[in-house]
């Protein structure tokens, strides 16, 4: 008597395995269609009270594009779940799993926070079910996701993406569990990925947030995944960087040329000329800024206005060492401070002797027979002055280079640090 009282309550909780007609394929189908299929609406649990336990386990596949901080995915989710009131007999069906459509089943809502766009996959169109009442269902994604790009340290920089599953609509009906240690997650997914560009898999985490409670006493169930990526930063170093280097080099080295035998003016200005047009071609390959200007672009502007300063010092060599003609005797104090004081600081004491390249003071070597007096009187200041150029020239060019070491080691240095960072997480 007690035993019939069970099995009727089980009945009427609807426990009943599915009973096949034969050991076939369409025994199973038949039967399930029967008890199964079509019941999308309501979750497969005998009492609603009951949550629904959803595994999920992820697999990242690649990164296809990072446009802004839109990156395109390819990954895979699976999730796993019991279908109560779907058990058969793996004697008597013939099978202990079968595949079915999607559509004839209840599925979870479960949705990633991030996506911006819809999934570029095609439908797929099947599920596994077991005889247990298990249900795989394993779903692959080409989806645009929201992922912060933090590039102030670009080309060295590490991104950290996030990946929050929960579900849409259920509230405390759907709990999510992660199927596999997030070790293993990285693992597969290291094994998997097929793009080898410009990112790596660095790392991955996982955690579920405690449930809080909002005001309306509505929780849901969350897991995120933290997906670690490093960029590969040889292209931009041999690409933007060295080039750089190489231009600001030509730039420093250029200071050799005297100030006006051979045009230093004309050079540093194509020089500029030539570093403005290397930024507007290689401006394709710097990420567009979002929150914080990058180091890099910060090191464009230094090396640009250190060229800028450069060519501007060498006008004003080229005026000052032409000063005679203008200006007239240098005055004793800047003789003072100039050519005694500051010219043994950068070791230029000894007086030019012929480094004339004044055309009107060849004119002046040319006529000036009949007046030798006034002639030397002239020759000296000129001279005067051309020393005081060199002089201001080679204590700029001085500061110039210091200037240069100092911020391009604390720049390369702060670079360094993060290259090293990377590296040691990989
Ligand atoms: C779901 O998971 C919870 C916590 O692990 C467990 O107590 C409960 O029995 C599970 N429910 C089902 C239907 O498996
Ligand atoms: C990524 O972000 C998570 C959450 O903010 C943090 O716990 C983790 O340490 C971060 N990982 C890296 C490598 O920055
Ligand atoms: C939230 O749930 C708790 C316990 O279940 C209850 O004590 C509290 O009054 C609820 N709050 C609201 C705003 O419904």
Same mark, same amino acid.
């Given at each position: 008597?007690q035993?019939?009282?069970f099995i009727?309550?089980f009945?009427?909780?609807?426990?009943?395995?599915?009973?096949?007609s034969e050991?076939?394929?369409?025994g199973?189908?038949?039967?399930?269609?029967?008890?199964?299929f079509?019941?999308t609406?309501?979750?497969?649990v005998i009492?609603?009270?009951?949550?629904?336990?959803i595994?999920?386990?992820?697999?990242?596949?690649?990164?296809?594009?990072?446009?802004? %901080?839109?990156?395109t995915?390819?990954?895979r989710n699976?999730?796993?779940?019991d279908?109560?009131?779907?058990?058969? %007999?793996?004697?008597?069906?013939g099978?202990?799993?079968? +595949?079915?459509?999607?559509?004839?089943?209840?599925?979870?809502?479960?949705?990633?926070?991030e996506?911006? %766009?819809?999934?570029?996959?095609?439908?797929?169109?099947y599920?596994?079910?077991? *005889?247990?009442g298990?249900?795989?269902?394993?779903?692959?994604?080409?989806?645009?996701?929201s992922c912060?790009?933090?590039i102030y340290?670009?080309p060295?920089?590490i991104?950290?993406?996030?990946?929050t =599953?929960?579900s849409y609509?259920?509230t405390? %009906?759907v $709990?999510?569990f992660?199927?596999?240690?997030v070790?293993?997650?990285?693992?597969?997914?290291?094994?998997?990925?097929?793009?080898k560009?410009?990112?790596?898999l660095?790392?991955m985490?996982?955690?579920?947030?405690?449930?809080?409670?909002?005001? /309306?006493?509505?929780?849901?169930d969350?897991?995120? *995944? *933290?997906v670690?990526? +490093?960029?590969?930063?040889?292209?931009?170093v041999?690409?933007?960087l060295?080039? +750089?280097?190489?231009?600001i080099?030509?730039?420093?080295?250029?200071?050799?040329?005297?100030?006006?035998?051979?045009?230093?003016?004309?050079?540093?200005?194509t020089?500029?000329?030539?570093?403005t047009?290397f930024?507007?071609?290689?401006?394709? /390959?710097?990420?567009?800024?979002?929150?914080?200007?990058?180091?890099?672009?910060v090191?464009?502007?230094?090396?640009?206005?250190?060229?800028?300063a450069?060519l501007l010092?060498t006008?004003?060599?080229?005026?000052? $060492?032409?000063? =005679?003609?203008?200006?007239g005797?240098?005055?004793?104090?800047?003789?003072?401070?100039f050519?005694?004081?500051?010219?043994k600081?950068v070791?230029l004491?000894?007086?030019?002797?012929d480094?004339?390249?004044?055309?009107?003071?060849? +004119?002046?070597h040319?006529?000036?027979n009949k007046?030798?007096d006034?002639?030397?009187k002239?020759?000296?200041?000129?001279?005067?002055?051309?020393?005081?150029?060199?002089v201001?020239?080679?204590?700029?060019?001085?500061l110039?280079?210091m200037?240069?070491s100092?911020?391009?080691?604390t720049?390369f240095?702060?670079w360094?640090?993060w290259y090293?960072k990377?590296a040691?997480?990989?």
């Amino acid at each position: 008597m007690q035993y019939l009282k069970f099995i009727a309550l089980f009945s009427a909780a609807g426990f009943t395995t599915i009973n096949c007609s034969e050991p076939t394929t369409d025994g199973l189908i038949t039967a399930l269609k029967e008890n199964i299929f079509g019941k999308t609406e309501i979750r497969p649990v005998i009492n609603l009270k009951t949550p629904t336990n959803i595994s999920v386990s992820f697999t990242l596949y690649g990164i296809l594009d990072v446009h802004r %901080d839109q990156w395109t995915w390819e990954h895979r989710n699976q999730l796993t779940w019991d279908h109560q009131a779907q058990d058969w %007999d793996p004697v008597k069906c013939g099978t202990d799993r079968i +595949s079915i459509p999607r559509k004839q089943l209840w599925r979870p809502d479960i949705i990633i926070n991030e996506f911006i %766009d819809e999934n570029k996959v095609p439908d797929t169109y099947y599920l596994y079910v077991e *005889y247990t009442g298990k249900v795989m269902d394993d779903l692959p994604f080409h989806v645009i996701s929201s992922c912060n790009l933090d590039i102030y340290t670009f080309p060295f920089d590490i991104q950290n993406c996030t990946f929050t =599953f929960n579900s849409y609509q259920h509230t405390g %009906d759907v $709990q999510l569990f992660f199927v596999e240690p997030v070790e293993e997650t990285l693992q597969n997914s290291l094994s998997v990925m097929k793009t080898k560009g410009e990112w790596e898999l660095v790392d991955m985490l996982a955690e579920k947030p405690p449930i809080l409670p909002g005001n /309306l006493n509505i929780t849901f169930d969350t897991l995120i *995944y *933290y997906v670690v990526l +490093s960029r590969r930063p040889t292209m931009y170093v041999v690409n933007l960087l060295i080039p +750089s280097c190489f231009l600001i080099a030509v730039d420093l080295f250029s200071f050799l040329l005297p100030p006006q035998n051979v045009d230093r003016s004309a050079f540093k200005m194509t020089l500029i000329l030539g570093y403005t047009v290397f930024l507007l071609l290689m401006n394709d /390959l710097l990420p567009v800024t979002g929150n914080s200007l990058p180091l890099i672009n910060v090191f464009f502007s230094l090396c640009l206005a250190l060229m800028v300063a450069s060519l501007l010092e060498t006008i004003l060599i080229t005026n000052i $060492q032409c000063g =005679f003609t203008r200006y007239g005797p240098l005055p004793p104090w800047a003789k003072v401070l100039f050519l005694n004081y500051l010219a043994k600081l950068v070791c230029l004491s000894k007086k030019p002797s012929d480094q004339n390249c004044d055309p009107e003071g060849e +004119s002046y070597h040319a006529k000036s027979n009949k007046s030798i007096d006034k002639h030397f009187k002239t020759d000296e200041s000129t001279e005067e002055w051309m020393h005081l150029g060199q002089v201001i020239d080679r204590l700029v060019f001085c500061l110039y280079t210091m200037f240069l070491s100092v911020s391009f080691i604390t720049i390369f240095v702060y670079w360094l640090y993060w290259y090293n960072k990377t590296a040691s997480l990989i």
